[in-house]
T-cell receptor
Framework: DAKTTQPPSMDCAEGRAANLPCNHSTISGNEYVYWYRQIHSQGPQYIIHGLKNNETNEMASLIITEDRKSSTLILPHATLRDTAVYYC?????????????FGTGTRLTIIP | NAGVTQTPKFQVLKTGQSMTLQCAQD?????MYWYRQDPGMGLRLIYY???????DKGEVPNGYNVSRLNKREFSLRLESAAPSQTSVYFCASNSGGAAYQPQHFGDGTRLSIL
């Protein structure tokens, strides 16, 4: 699995877009970028994943640079409920047998 | 929708005691996982089961055993608890297939070993 680097913490004003960066300069061609988040000691929650194209779902958007060495998770209109630790994970797919490795993530605090 | 259910939610043990953490999922998932999370750290994989009847070690398996009782249930056993096993334990599941299926997590079991 490729090593990822995330800032330990970030703040964002409520209603603004939250942009969470992740560096993964050693990513291999078959490795995907996955994002999960963990709200206050609950179990992690899947957000989004992508290979090289930008992805969007009802929760967030994922922007992956053309060289795939970094990515940004975007929460378009952050709410207080988005306060959580966000984990960026890079690994090759093994569908149905995903041995995820969680680092320490980015603690995002949404400010009222 | 129950999803992934873990029992108990909290437990305090004395060093040397044994205990089994229970996990059940109602989503008909093939794969199940056990993670531990120490304070201020990310989750680390203890054991996983890719299908009923199979189990494999993860990153930190020492001191633990698992049983995939059936497709729904995956238990984690501490035979002789040690203070270093004080942690929050999460169970997760997902389905196999040709496309990525995200893992669904339970709410965790908070275990303290005195």
């Amino acid at each position: 699995d490729a090593k990822t680097t995330q800032p330990p913490s970030m703040d964002c004003a409520e209603g603004r877009a939250a942009n969470l960066p992740c560096n993964h300069s050693t990513i291999s061609g078959n490795e995907y970028v996955y994002w999960y988040r963990q709200i206050h000691s609950q179990g992690p929650q899947y957000i989004i994943h992508g290979l090289k194209n930008n992805e969007t779902n009802e929760m967030a958007s994922l922007i992956i640079t053309e060289d795939r060495k970094s990515s940004t998770l975007i929460l378009p209109h952050a709410t207080l409920r988005d306060t959580a630790v966000y984990y960026c994970i890079v690994r090759a797919p093994n569908f149905g047998n995903e041995k995820l490795t969680f680092g320490t993530g980015t603690r995002l605090t949404i400010i009222p | 929708n129950a999803g992934v259910t873990q029992t108990p939610k909290f437990q305090v043990l004395k060093t040397g005691q044994s205990m089994t953490l229970q996990c059940a999922q109602d989503m008909n998932h093939n794969s199940m996982y056990w993670y531990r999370q120490d304070p201020g750290m990310g989750l680390r994989l203890i054991y996983y089961s890719a299908s009923e009847g199979t189990t494999d070690k993860g990153e930190v398996p020492n001191g633990y055993n698992v049983s995939r009782l059936n497709k729904r249930e995956f238990s984690l056993r501490l035979e002789s608890a040690a203070p270093s096993q004080t942690s929050v334990y999460f169970c997760a599941s997902n389905s196999g297939g040709a496309a990525y299926q995200p893992q669904h997590f339970g709410d965790g079991t908070r275990l303290s070993i005195l």
